[in-house]
T-cell receptor, first 110, second 114 residues
Framework: GESVGLHLPTLSVQEGDNSIINCAYS??????FIWYKQESGKGPQFIID?????DKRQGQRVTVLLNKTVKHLSLQIAATQPGDSAVYFC?????????FGAGTILRVKS | DTGVSQDPRHKITKRGQNVTFRCDPI?????LYWYRQTLGQGPEFLTY????????KSRLLSDRFSAERPKGSFSTLEIQRTEQGDSAMYLC????????????FGSGTRLTVV
């Protein structure tokens, strides 16, 4: 069936560098995407969202890019900090439920 | 309000036993969702309520699973005759109708079936 998935299962970055986490989706009708951060033992935490009528949205240290042509979503984290270490999920809103990808582990080296 | 609360945080049970989990949503939220998350995977939708009405159930929710939200506030998820494959994190989330930004997850209940 249609799914939301991630390219890289694990990403290691040096503290202070920028991180880029990627996500591919297959449902061309998708119109709302969300990035979540999940720390060990906690539930997913909203980071940033984007609608399909946009190609870029910025938050505090985070930027989400949407390329509808190739059905690709990315999360950029500027000046990555140790507290950014977590699993990151992209999710798509379908009706009233969220469809999540498998996740990318971000490890920040000090 | 301190967010979405789930109880217990951890549950270990023997195969074949019944278990019940509780979720207390953010008080003004009228929608409540249950998800299941296995190791290394994203959460998977199980069911959701709008007030006390259960409006959608996933095919993942077998007849051993039942969820209730009797007064439109807290919810319970019961699993009967647990199997080892039920071992997972069970996450609850809540939101206001039409407000996806406010879709807030609890910390989950970790179930281990031995």
């Amino acid at each position: 069936g249609e799914s939301v998935g991630l390219h890289l299962p694990t990403l290691s970055v040096q503290e202070g560098d920028n991180s880029i986490i990627n996500c591919a989706y297959s449902n061309s009708a998708s119109d709302y995407f969300i990035w979540y951060k999940q720390e060990s033992g906690k539930g997913p935490q909203f980071i940033i969202d984007i609608r399909s009528n946009m190609d870029k949205r910025q938050g505090q240290r985070v930027t989400v890019l949407l390329n509808k042509t190739v059905k690709h979503l990315s999360l950029q984290i500027a000046a990555t900090q140790p507290g950014d270490s977590a699993v990151y999920f992209c999710a798509e809103l379908r009706g009233n439920k969220l469809v999540f990808g498998a996740g990318t582990i971000l490890r920040v080296k000090s | 309000d301190t967010g979405v609360s789930q109880d217990p945080r951890h549950k270990i049970t023997k195969r074949g036993q019944n278990v019940t989990f509780r979720c207390d949503p953010i008080s003004e939220h009228n929608r409540l969702y249950w998800y299941r998350q296995t190791l290394g995977q994203g959460p998977e939708f199980l069911t959701y309520f709008q007030n006390e009405a259960q409006l959608e159930k996933s095919r993942l929710l077998s007849d051993r699973f039942s969820a209730e939200r009797p007064k439109g506030s807290f919810s319970t998820l019961e699993i009967q005759r647990t199997e080892q494959g039920d071992s997972a994190m069970y996450l609850c989330a809540s939101s206001l109708l039409g407000d996806t930004y406010g879709y807030t997850f609890g910390s989950g209940t970790r179930l281990t079936v031995v």
